[in-house]
């Protein structure tokens, strides 16, 4: 890794004034469609970190009822919806890319909201730390997906062809209602 790319993951990772403002780092739709080729889900699903519709969009494009909400209006589904203060279920099923500062809150609330799946895109790093690997060993994880090709993520707005491709290492984390046993591994292709 060049040193350019390694300050530039450094910096991601410890200045809070380098991230973007509410961890808005939109997901490559290539993503979710490498997702939907490996997992289905029973129901409508719903994505609680919609920002502007990306992931949304390949969900409904495949077949798939969301209920797409945020927080914040970037011009997609219903603002407002802060999804850590929900109280009631809008879909048995939900996948999202949080925001990274809070996914752990937000996967306990996925859990708690849903009873089918729960699918986050997050950095493969988020299988460190001792706080999560026993945390990890209390919930439902069935499958890490990890993506072979770097998906390229921006900040602020999505990744285009010109962006080239992304410096950091993601997957996507499956927890399922009901699983019992050790998560399985995988792998699959990112970009097209």
């Known amino acids: 890794m060049g040193r350019n790319t390694s300050t530039y993951a450094s910096a991601q990772r410890d200045d809070p004034e380098n991230r ?3 961890d808005f780092y939109p997901t490559h ?4 469609r490498a997702l939907l080729s490996v997992e289905k889900f029973d129901g409508p699903i719903w994505e609680p970190a919609c920002g502007e519709g990306d992931m949304s969009r390949v969900l409904e494009a495949a077949g798939y009822d969301v209920i797409s909400t945020d927080l914040i209006d970037r011009g997609y589904g219903e603002h407002g919806v802060d999804f850590l203060r929900e109280w009631k279920s809008r879909a048995p ?3 999202t ?5 809070i996914a752990m809150p937000f996967i306990n609330c996925a859990l708690q909201m849903s009873t089918g799946k729960v699918a986050m895109f997050l950095r493969l790093a988020f299988l460190e730390g001792q706080r999560r690997g026993a945390w990890f ?4 994880l069935k499958k890490v997906w990890v993506m072979s090709n770097r998906v390229p993520m921006q900040r602020g707005r999505l990744a285009v062809g010109e962006d080239g491709t992304g410096v950091l290492a993601f997957a996507w984390f499956i927890w399922e209602h009901g699983y019992e046993g050790e998560p399985s591994i ?6 097209d």
């Open 97 to 101: 890319n949080p925001p990274f500062g």
């Open 29 to 32: 739709p290539s993503a979710t």
């Open 20 to 22: 973007e403002e509410n």
């Open 93 to 95: 099923n939900v996948a």
């Open 137 to 140: 060993k209390r919930t439902p």
């Open 186 to 191: 995988g792998w699959l292709e990112g970009r």
